[in-house]
Every structure is written in C-alpha cells, then in structure tokens.
C-alpha cells in the first residue's frame, strides 16, 4: 500500500554532487523511518543512510561525511544529497521506507532503485 518512487539518479564524474530524491505516496501513515540501501556490482546490499519519524540519522561507514539523509513529512519525501562522489559509489540505489501499525504488522517497502554511475 506504500509507493516509494526514486529520481535523480544518473551520470556523474568522480568528485561531483548528485542529489536523490524518493516520493512515498499510498497508505503513509505509520512511516517511522526511511532509508537508503544500495548494491554494487558483487557486493551487498548494504545501508547508505537512515532517518527515523524525529530526523535522528545514521550513515554507513564509506559514505560518512559525505552523504546527507534528509526527509520533508509535509511533503512526504526522502531525499540523499551525495557528494565527493567515488567510482565505488556507482550502485543501485534503492528507497526504503519501514512502517508499523500498532498492534497489527511491520511492514518494509522498497523502491525499483535508481542507477547511480560514478565515471572517472
């Protein structure tokens, strides 16, 4: 019943910006945190970034300092500001969202994922 959609991905030269956005759409209500996963060509999917329902945030190790998670409630979106970007960024980035409902389930909604490739 969560639609997650992801945007702004693309084509970026190594040390440039991208910025990415996910818009949440559907039965919302109950959204307590969102997050960024990605994987790699023979990796892992791995977390990127995670912001809880208060804005507390949490952020993988590689992308430290680098990265910002943000989310906008009013306009129910999700966005990651990447920056310093690295060839070993390039992955699929993929939107997450976890929603719990009192009482009767916990739910994880993902996106299709978005192409992020870092060229040198």
């Known amino acids: 019943q969560v639609q997650l959609v992801e945007s702004g991905g693309g084509l970026v030269q190594a040390g440039g910006s991208l910025r990415l956005s996910c818009a949440a759409s559907?039965?919302?209500?109950?959204?307590?945190?969102m997050a960024w996963h990605r994987q790699a060509p023979g990796s892992q999917r791995e977390l990127v970034a995670r912001?809880?329902?208060?804005?507390?945030?949490d952020y993988g190790t590689s992308v430290k300092g680098r990265f910002t998670i943000s989310r906008d409630n009013d306009k129910n979106t999700m966005y990651l500001q990447m920056k310093s970007l690295k060839l070993e960024d390039t992955a699929v980035y993929y939107c997450?969202?976890?929603?719990?409902?009192?009482?009767?389930?916990?739910?994880?909604?993902w996106g299709k994922g978005i192409v992020v490739t870092v060229s040198s």
């Open positions: 559907g039965s919302i209500s109950g959204i307590s945190s």
């Open positions: 997450n969202a976890y929603k719990e409902v009192p009482d009767l389930y916990d739910r994880d909604y």
């Open positions: 912001i809880n329902s208060a804005g507390s945030t």
